[in-house]
């Protein structure tokens, strides 16, 4: 089975601060995750994604994270935060052979001018 | 517009009224999901069809809900009797069959909104 545990349901960063999101996940199989982004009142988009090949994925809009399998962490990364990053932020995990995503609680970051 | 869209984007009804939502997904992936995200949660997996057989169902969804999709291409969520506790976020997504089965990766569309009154 998996889970996944997002520390943290509201950040606040300063425009330009480092931004750190934290994920933790839980799978008897090797994983695969993925981080989504929602804005509101929409759907999901996929930041990034792990597939077992490199341990650090970049995505898009400047993101990046590292999978750890020691910490089974997948904690998402951005060097400088922008005002346009606020928004909702969703970790998940998946499976090989499995198709559903199980989801994280979701973190909502906020970007202080 | 080609990625995966949902009709209607926003639906009020009132306690015990029936609705009805569709999702068209992405042109040629078989794989089609639906989620249901309350506030301040993230998406939970409800029901998952490959073409048009519906292969899994979550035990969160009660007898009340029923998915179809015809023909393996459109796909509808139908909620009977609503209840205020269908107050949610329904969320579509599909994903393409890949030679190797690595892992699916979902494109999700932009969501039906549900407030049961």
């Known amino acids: 089975a998996q889970s996944v545990t997002q520390l943290g349901s509201h950040v606040s960063v300063s425009e330009g601060a480092l931004v750190l999101l934290r994920c933790n996940y839980s799978?008897?199989?090797?994983?695969?995750l993925f981080w989504y982004v929602q804005y509101p009142n929409q759907g999901l988009q996929l930041l990034l994604k792990?597939?077992?090949?490199?341990?650090l994925v970049k995505g898009i809009n400047g993101f990046e994270a590292e999978f750890k399998k020691s910490e089974t962490s997948f904690h998402l990364t951005k060097p400088s935060a922008h005002m346009s990053d606020a928004a909702e932020y969703f970790c998940?995990?998946?499976?090989?052979?499995?198709?559903?995503?199980?989801f994280g609680t979701g973190t909502r970051l906020k970007v202080l001018a | 517009d080609t990625g995966v869209s949902q009709n209607p984007r926003h639906k009020i009804t009132k306690r015990g009224q029936n609705v009805t939502f569709r999702c068209d997904p992405i042109?040629?992936?078989?794989?089609l999901y639906w989620y249901r995200q309350t506030l301040g949660q993230g998406p939970e997996f409800l029901t998952y069809?490959?073409?048009?057989?519906?292969?899994?169902k979550s035990r969160l969804l009660s007898d009340r809900f029923s998915a179809e999709r015809p023909k393996g291409s459109f796909s509808t969520l139908e909620i009977q009797r609503t209840e205020q506790g269908d107050s949610a976020m329904y969320l579509c997504?599909?994903?393409?069959?890949?030679?190797?089965?690595?892992?699916?990766?979902?494109?999700f569309g932009p969501g039906t909104r549900l407030t049961v009154l």
């Open positions: 997504a599909s994903s393409p069959r890949v030679k190797r089965e690595i892992y699916n990766e979902q494109f």
């Open positions: 799978s008897s199989v090797p994983p695969y």
């Open positions: 792990y597939t077992s090949a490199a341990t």
């Open positions: 998940a995990v998946s499976a090989s052979g499995t198709y559903k995503y199980i």
């Open positions: 042109s040629e992936h078989n794989r």
């Open positions: 069809f490959q073409n048009e057989a519906q292969l899994e």
